[in-house]
């Protein structure tokens, strides 16, 4: 069992929600692009990734993150 106190709160945040959408909807439009031979969509995709990757640290420095002071947890 886990100490509360210890607990990261595995991503359930506004932060992480945003930057996994984003990243993907990247990957699943680079797949496409990729089985469509389309190595500019491929390569726009990739950057859509890291694009994701820095919306999330943002967000969560902005206070969206798990411990940030604009989140609210939800009881389970």
């Given at each position: ?23 993907l ?37 902005l ?14």
């Open positions: 069992m886990s100490n509360p106190i210890d607990d990261p709160g595995h991503g359930h945040s506004p932060a992480a929600w945003t930057a996994v959408t984003i990243m909807v990247a990957f699943g439009v680079g797949t496409f692009f990729f089985v469509t031979h389309n190595p500019t969509g491929v390569y726009i995709s990739a950057g859509l990734l890291v694009v994701g990757l820095l919306v999330g640290w943002l967000m969560a420095k206070g969206w993150g798990v411990k940030g002071p604009k989140y609210a947890p939800k009881a389970h």
